[in-house]
């Protein structure tokens, strides 16, 4: 893509240019928002001014179009999520990067963003409405791993401003990140210092890197001390006089082999894997018609809808008709809008992406955020809705921004979304997140452990879980496992195996997934810290099976095989809201269950962007 790239002059953003075009985007433009004249550090929740007097030279070293506006506004909304907002600081950047499309055609806009939820849901909402891709390639990345990364980059940036604990004025005020890194990785251990300075401890300015075609020397500058405090020392620098010089090697960018991200460790390497096959299929049975039901417990409201695709042209209408029927059931209080995930089972996966743009029309930031969704084929002659909705906000988890973490949702759906303990997340699939693609492996293997690997950094993210537990899964109380066909069994089962995920899972195999991935993780999982609001129980087995266990539930999704089995299942299973699921195989037999229940909520969600 062409990419326009937003530049502080720090090393993230710098960075981020250079991870832009490691990933095969081409930098066409640069953006830089400026103080106003005569102010050198403004207080801003979203930009770096210090060190704004050398950014013109930055995009010379870059040779890179620049252009620049002046910050006029300031923070005023300051929660996390952000809708447009008169004189607030984020419509400066939407006035720059609307000015650039006029300058030159791009499709993404590029920032140094690693942390800051605050920062990237802006830059998201910008993108957004200008209808352009977020590039957000620092994204969660470890820290002490990105220093290393800047410096076989040949970063070299200096501090220009620090405002932290451990931080002083003669120590790491105009030194270079190569000689304090060991330093700042120390800090990081005894109380907490962010090694790249994402928590605001410090800014730098970027002298030299792998792009530039010439070196910034900075000739004259002062130190204006904010604060002379003893303990956190608030000061930055005021460059005077700053040149380019000429340097001696030309401008490079290596390759890097991004594969050790997505690693879920050598555990996995003995498992015999299989090639990729021919999805399974499924024939028209009966026609059922359509229905919806609705069970209500502790506060949580289940619903499925049911609508037959038999009468209608396309799928448009036969979700008009699923949704139509689930608003007439909403009991007063209840809005869609607030699910916290949405399971849908379409009868064909061709009609994917017209199902997503529908949907967009109802969840895009209306204003809040989606829910966490999964979506597989199943029956071809229904389209099918199962949805759970909290009494109340809930907290979910919505990333837009491409990144090496995890998939972007450039989809109407949240990563996850939790209330009171629970947590649900979306339906997961094997693509690789800095690009969007469908892992191009012809080994079913690699495909269930990228997936995995997806579901894996949520958990972690919504548990807060350090990046070498390997106790995640320990939060997982159920998982949905969907493949698309069945000699898939094995080797899947033996991921689920390893990963203590096992007697947690069922494994089902349906006719097709987005994008014709061949496998799709999707998981609920509970905080045994907090009030669980639901509970999950499952089954696998044979229709003999259903009759000799406790089926009585709020609700439940049947994955049957058999068609003759629905009316079976449905006299035998008491649950109050039924899910029916037809698929082309079990793993362990041709009935499998996910039973919900919900228990007194003591301890309701916060929302979390």
């Known amino acids: 893509m062409r990419v326009f790239g937003l530049i502080s002059g720090g090393k993230d953003s710098i960075f981020g240019l250079i991870e832009c075009i490691r990933n095969g985007h081409e930098v066409v433009l640069l953006g830089n928002l400026a103080p106003p004249t005569g102010i050198n550090e403004l207080d801003s929740f979203m930009y770096q001014t210090v060190g704004h007097e050398c950014i013109d030279l930055l995009a010379e070293a870059l040779n890179v179009p620049l252009i620049r506006r002046v910050i006029r506004g300031s923070s005023l909304s300051t929660s996390l999520g952000y809708e447009k907002l008169t004189g607030d600081e984020v419509e400066d950047l939407h006035r720059l990067v609307e000015e650039a499309l006029t300058v030159t055609d791009f499709e993404a806009v590029s920032t140094g963003a690693i942390a800051s939820n605050y920062q990237r849901i802006r830059v998201e909402n910008v993108c957004h409405r200008l209808g352009l891709y977020s590039l957000a390639y620092l994204w969660e990345r470890d820290q002490c791993q990105l220093l290393l990364e800047m410096d076989h980059a040949a970063v070299d940036a200096i501090l220009v401003k620090i405002a932290s604990h451990g931080l002083s004025v003669d120590g790491h005020l105009a030194k270079s990140i190569r000689e304090l890194s060991a330093d700042l990785q120390s800090k990081q251990k005894l109380f907490g210092l962010n090694p790249c300075g994402e928590g605001g401890e410090f800014e730098t300015l970027t002298l030299d890197c792998c792009l530039f075609e010439k070196r910034l020397s900075i000739k004259d500058c002062t130190t204006v001390l904010v604060n002379d405090d003893n303990v956190c020392p608030v000061a930055h620098l005021a460059i005077k006089s700053a040149e380019l010089i000429e340097k001696s090697c030309k401008p490079f960018v290596n390759a890097v082999d991004r ?22 299929s499924l024939r028209a049975e009966k026609r059922y018609q359509s229905c919806v039901e609705v069970s209500c417990t502790a506060g949580v409201l289940f619903i499925t809808s049911h609508a037959s ?33 949405v399971n849908f089972y379409l009868a064909n996966m061709d009609n994917f992406t017209q199902l997503s743009n529908i949907y967009a029309a109802d969840f895009w930031f209306k204003p809040k955020f989606p829910p966490a969704r999964s979506c597989v084929e199943s029956d071809p002659s229904s389209l099918t809705i199962f949805c759970v ?9 919505f990333i837009q921004s491409i990144s090496h973490w995890a998939p972007a949702n450039i989809a109407p759906y949240s990563q996850y979304a939790s209330f009171g303990g629970t947590v649900f997340i979306s339906g997961q699939i094997p693509m690789i997140p800095a690009s969007l693609k469908l892992c191009e492996s012809d080994q079913l293997l690699d495909h269930a452990l990228l997936s995995l690997h997806h579901c894996k950094v949520l958990v972690m993210k919504r548990f807060r879980l350090d990046e070498h537990d390997c106790q995640w899964t320990e939060y997982v109380s159920a998982a949905v496992v969907y493949v698309t066909h069945e000699d898939y069994f094995p080797c899947v089962r033996r991921v689920a195996q390893v990963a203590g995920l096992e ?97 007194h909520i003591s301890n309701p969600g916060q929302v979390y962007r």
């Not at 594969?259 to 399974?280: K, N, T, V």
């Not at 799928?315 to 809005?335: F, M, N, Q, T, V």
């Not at 909705?389 to 988890?397: G, M, T």
């Not at 999982?525 to 406790?550: H, K, P, Q, R, Y």
């Open 389 to 397: 909705i909290p009494p109340s906000e809930s907290e979910k988890l």
């Open 259 to 280: 594969s050790f991200l997505y690693e879920m460790g050598e555990q996995y390497a003995d498992i015999c894997s299989c090639c990729l096959a021919r999805p399974s």
């Open 503 to 599: 007697s947690s899972s069922v494994l089902v195999c349906v006719p097709a997934l987005p994008r014709g991935a061949p496998v799709e993780w999707e998981m609920m999982c509970v905080d045994s810290s907090a009030s669980a609001s639901m509970t999950f129980s499952l089954l696998t087995g044979n229709m003999d099976d259903v009759s000799e266990v406790g089926t009585s539930s709020a609700a439940c999704r049947v994955f049957y095989t058999q068609p003759a089995h629905r009316e079976a299942l449905a006299a035998t299973i008491n649950s109050q809201c039924k899910c029916f699921i037809r698929v082309t195989a079990v793993d362990g037999g041709d009935v499998a269950a996910v039973f919900y229940d919900a228990t």
């Open 309 to 341: 695709v038999s009468s209608h042209k396309d799928i448009s209408a036969a979700y008009r008709e699923a949704i139509s029927l689930i608003e007439k059931a909403l009991p007063d209080g209840y809005k869609l809008s607030e699910s916290l995930i």
